[in-house]
């Protein structure tokens, strides 16, 4: 007589196992097109009637999933979505890709996570994995969803029932690394759950990397932001110190970058945005406290970072000086709003900020950008795009590239702009000496 673990693995490795997919975000929904795609029947549970209504007429609201995927899943029957948490209790595996902020006192917002698995907790039952894809700090799995799951029913983890962590490495608008190519960590409660759970995700994922503990999977992701976050703090300094210096920071980091070994190049910018690499590292900067520690360079990048769009505003501001002209009363167009090129994700984006702080200086402040038509700042104000950006260009005191979007005709831009502080040297080399352009 076969195990449950043992049943479990063959309905997976057969594909007769149903997929539930908790959160259809940025993360869960293509997780849920990429178990769909290879052959399992899928059910994604979200609260937003509005996601699960675009999702069961086969449409997509998510840039990286096209909307032709997300009809042939559908009229497959490979695919639905319901608000209704109970359909979960028909499942075999379940994928937890909820939100995890930051608090405004810095500390994680676990709400999400606690809500999806008091849901979860409810359909428990022999036979079932739980991946939590969502990142967190380390002990997460173990401490919250561990004792939640499964008591209710008497489910032994690693025997009943199978629990591991993956953490999430989507990178909206890439192409070349996707949901189904990247390297998938994962770390179980016990040897038996990451054994179930790599089983599970090996079916529809190219390559999945085992490691010891959840733990170890949990801090993974951590240690891969963190080393984004500290490196960019790094390059953004030097920015501020290559200005002082009277040095341009482009050609400096070009340079090193041409070392064939022992340099990555970094870039600097007006600000650190998206999900991920503002916040992730701050949680492992919040679980060290509970040990006494102060993960000093976190705090130190975090606040260097932070610091940068109030830099970027006063730069704007000399260079309107230098001009004979004051930020006050100014006219500026923020070109580009998402937090990176050519995807249409706003979260955590600098351009907020940069916004924000040219508004209370003073400023009269448009935007563009091609992908986000519509915005609310962090005063809940909401703005537009403008509809015509050389007419905005031609119009603008001072024209602030936050987001270097490759669609924008830069060359065009230049020419008709009266002033150009320019964050993300996209303007490359029609920028540098060109009396109309300060470059971060």
Same mark, same amino acid.
């Given at each position: 007589?076969?195990?449950?673990?043992e049943?479990?693995?063959?309905?997976?490795? /057969?594909?007769?196992?149903?997929?539930?997919?908790?959160?259809?975000?940025?993360?869960?929904?293509?997780?849920?097109?990429?178990?769909?795609?290879a052959?399992?029947n899928?059910?994604?549970?979200?609260?937003?009637?509005?996601?699960?209504d675009?999702?069961?007429?086969? *449409?997509?609201?998510?840039?990286?999933?096209?909307?032709? +995927?997300?009809?042939?899943?559908?009229?497959?029957?490979?695919?639905?979505?319901?608000t209704?948490?109970?359909?979960?209790? *028909?499942?075999?595996?379940?994928?937890?890709?909820?939100p995890t902020?930051?608090?405004?006192?810095?500390?994680?917002?676990?709400?999400?996570?606690?809500?999806?698995?008091?849901?979860?907790a409810?359909?428990?039952?022999?036979g079932?994995?739980?991946?939590?894809?969502?990142?967190?700090?380390?002990?997460?799995t173990?401490?919250?969803?561990?004792p939640?799951?499964?008591?209710e +029913?008497?489910?032994?983890?690693g025997?009943?029932?199978?629990?591991?962590f993956?953490?999430?490495?989507?990178?909206?608008? $890439?192409?070349?690394w996707?949901?189904?190519?990247?390297?998938k960590?994962?770390?179980?409660? *016990?040897?038996?759950c990451?054994?179930?759970?790599?089983?599970?995700?090996s079916?529809?994922?190219?390559t999945?990397?085992?490691?010891?503990?959840?733990?170890?999977?949990?801090?993974?992701?951590?240690?891969?932001?963190?080393?984004?976050?500290?490196?960019?703090?790094?390059?953004?300094?030097?920015?501020?110190?290559?200005?002082?210096?009277?040095?341009?920071v482009?050609?400096?980091?070009?340079? #090193?970058a041409?070392?064939?070994?022992?340099?990555?190049?970094?870039t600097?910018?007006?600000?650190?945005?998206?999900?991920?690499?503002?916040?992730?590292?701050?949680?492992?900067?919040?679980k060290?406290?509970?040990?006494?520690?102060?993960?000093r360079?976190?705090?130190? #990048?975090?606040?260097?970072?932070?610091?940068?769009?109030?830099?970027?505003?006063?730069?704007v501001?000399?260079?309107?000086?230098? +001009?004979?002209?004051?930020?006050?009363?100014?006219?500026?167009l923020v070109?580009?709003?998402?937090?990176?090129?050519?995807?249409? /994700?706003?979260?955590?984006s600098?351009?907020?900020?940069?916004i924000?702080?040219?508004? $209370?200086?003073?400023?009269?402040?448009v935007?563009?950008?091609?992908?986000?038509?519509?915005?609310?700042?962090?005063?809940?104000?909401?703005?537009?795009?403008?509809p015509?950006?050389?007419?905005?260009v $031609?119009?603008?005191?001072?024209?602030?590239?936050?987001?270097?979007?490759?669609?924008?005709?830069?060359?065009?831009?230049?020419?008709?702009?009266?002033?150009i502080?320019?964050?993300?040297?996209a303007l490359?080399?029609?920028?540098?000496?060109?009396?109309?352009?300060?470059?971060?």
């Amino acid at each position: 007589m076969l195990t449950i673990k043992e049943d479990l693995i063959n309905a997976l490795k /057969d594909r007769t196992a149903t997929i539930g997919i908790l959160g259809l975000g940025y993360v869960g929904l293509p997780l849920a097109a990429a178990f769909g795609n290879a052959g399992f029947n899928v059910i994604g549970v979200d609260p937003d009637r509005r996601k699960v209504d675009a999702l069961n007429q086969g *449409t997509s609201y998510i840039q990286d999933v096209p909307t032709e +995927q997300i009809a042939r899943l559908v009229k497959a029957g490979k695919l639905t979505a319901t608000t209704d948490f109970a359909a979960l209790c *028909t499942v075999q595996a379940v994928s937890i890709c909820v939100p995890t902020p930051l608090r405004k006192t810095g500390d994680p917002d676990m709400s999400f996570i606690m809500s999806a698995t008091n849901e979860l907790a409810k359909c428990m039952h022999p036979g079932m994995v739980v991946v939590l894809e969502s990142t967190t700090y380390p002990g997460t799995t173990r401490e919250l969803l561990l004792p939640r799951l499964g008591t209710e +029913q008497g489910l032994t983890v690693g025997e009943d029932f199978f629990l591991a962590f993956s953490p999430e490495r989507v990178d909206p608008g $890439r192409e070349d690394w996707t949901t189904l190519n990247t390297p998938k960590v994962m770390g179980g409660i *016990t040897p038996a759950c990451s054994e179930v759970a790599a089983v599970w995700y090996s079916q529809a994922l190219q390559t999945v990397v085992p490691v010891s503990t959840a733990e170890a999977a949990e801090l993974s992701k951590l240690l891969e932001n963190t080393f984004r976050m500290i490196n960019i703090g790094l390059v953004n300094e030097l920015a501020i110190m290559c200005e002082r210096l009277g040095v341009d920071v482009w050609e400096v980091i070009d340079a #090193a970058a041409t070392k064939p070994f022992g340099f990555m190049k970094f870039t600097p910018g007006p600000g650190l945005g998206g999900h991920c690499i503002p916040i992730d590292p701050l949680y492992l900067s919040w679980k060290m406290k509970s040990f006494q520690y102060t993960a000093r360079f976190i705090e130190l #990048a975090s606040d260097i970072n932070t610091n940068m769009p109030r830099y970027v505003v006063s730069r704007v501001m000399d260079a309107l000086n230098d +001009q004979g002209k004051t930020l006050k009363g100014a006219h500026c167009l923020v070109l580009g709003a998402a937090y990176k090129p050519d995807i249409d /994700d706003i979260r955590e984006s600098p351009a907020l900020d940069v916004i924000g702080l040219l508004q $209370r200086k003073g400023a009269t402040v448009v935007y563009h950008d091609p992908y986000i038509p519509t915005l609310h700042t962090h005063d809940n104000q909401e703005m537009h795009s403008v509809p015509d950006v050389m007419a905005a260009v $031609r119009e603008a005191d001072c024209v602030v590239i936050v987001t270097s979007h490759s669609s924008y005709d830069y060359p065009a831009i230049l020419a008709s702009a009266r002033l150009i502080f320019d964050s993300r040297n996209a303007l490359g080399k029609l920028g540098k000496g060109n009396p109309k352009v300060v470059r971060l």
